[in-house]
């Protein structure tokens, strides 16, 4: 069974940063497509940025607006967020994704997710 497991969330003032990891097990991720994705309350869940296997990535600019960095690492099966000059309007609960395809952008070609990390960012 795949398993996706996020950590690295926490409350950070405006301006701080964090970085999110995931650890995926049950399965190899080095062929598939991963992504980070967010959801506010009374949001829906929303692309923050997704990487290919073939490493490339995709930003939903308008959440990362050039300061978050997705970055994977398959031999440990890890994919991580680099989230920088973090602004209020940061704060929600980021998924961790996989999916089977080795190309995917959209929150439904992804077929895994972990339960999720909480960011909170004060003003």
């Known amino acids: 069974q795949v398993q996706l497991v996020e950590s ?3 409350l950070v003032q405006a301006g701080g940063s964090l970085r999110l990891s995931c650890v995926g097990s049950g399965r190899t991720f080095g062929g598939n497509a991963m992504g980070w994705f967010r959801q ?3 949001s829906e869940r929303d692309v923050v940025a997704t990487i290919t296997r073939y490493g490339a990535i995709f930003y939903n ?3 990362a607006k050039g300061r978050f960095t997705i970055s994977r690492d398959d031999v440990k099966s890890t994919l991580y967020l680099q989230m920088n ?4 309007e940061d704060t929600a609960l980021y998924y961790c994704a ?6 995917a952008t959209r929150a439904y070609e992804f077929d895994y997710w972990g339960q999720g990390t909480q960011v909170t960012v004060s003003s």
């Not at 996989?98 to 190309?103: P, Y």
């Open 98 to 103: 996989a999916s089977i395809r080795g190309i």
């Open 85 to 88: 000059n973090l602004e209020p």
């Open 40 to 42: 506010a309350p009374g």
């Open 8 to 10: 690295g969330g926490g």
């Open 61 to 63: 600019t308008d959440s």
